[in-house]
């Protein structure tokens, strides 16, 4: 090679160097480019995943507080509900007694409705063999 091909190449690290730093002068490769841009993508997808883990675990803290709210709301709906049948029951329950000793009498009052019609029967049975001349009696 000759002495003026020297000053014509390119040095043998260019191919490393993209820009020349103004402030230091120094010259940064395409390396330590590549590794400081990967480094800035590597904290942003650090940060926005944090940023959506926080607003989704927000809205899963802002849905189990309405959930709960409701949960709790359907509780104590349920729980008079509840109530209210285990009221009606007791006045089933009662009702039933006073069913079943209206019935109790009920079955005696028919037994001595039995015995009466049969004393009426009787009694009538011997006014018609007494007065057997007498008709439609």
């Known amino acids: 090679m000759s002495p003026a091909s020297y000053l014509t190449a390119p040095p043998r690290d260019a191919a490393n160097m993209i820009a020349l730093l103004v402030s230091t002068g120094k010259a940064v490769s395409v390396r330590d480019m590549v590794f400081w841009i990967a480094l800035a993508v590597l904290i942003v997808a650090v940060v926005a995943g944090i940023a959506y883990c926080v607003v989704r675990g927000l809205q899963l803290y802002r849905d189990a507080k309405r959930t709960g709210a409701r949960i709790t709301g359907e509780m ?60 439609g009696l």
């Open 76 to 135: 104590e709906r349920i729980s008079a509900v509840t109530l209210s049948i285990e009221r009606r029951s007791a006045q089933a329950a009662a009702a039933a007694d006073r069913l079943h000793s209206a019935t109790d009498k009920l079955a005696l009052s028919r037994a001595r409705l039995d015995v009466q019609l049969a004393a009426v029967r009787e009694a009538q049975a011997q006014l018609r063999r007494t007065f057997w001349f007498i008709p």
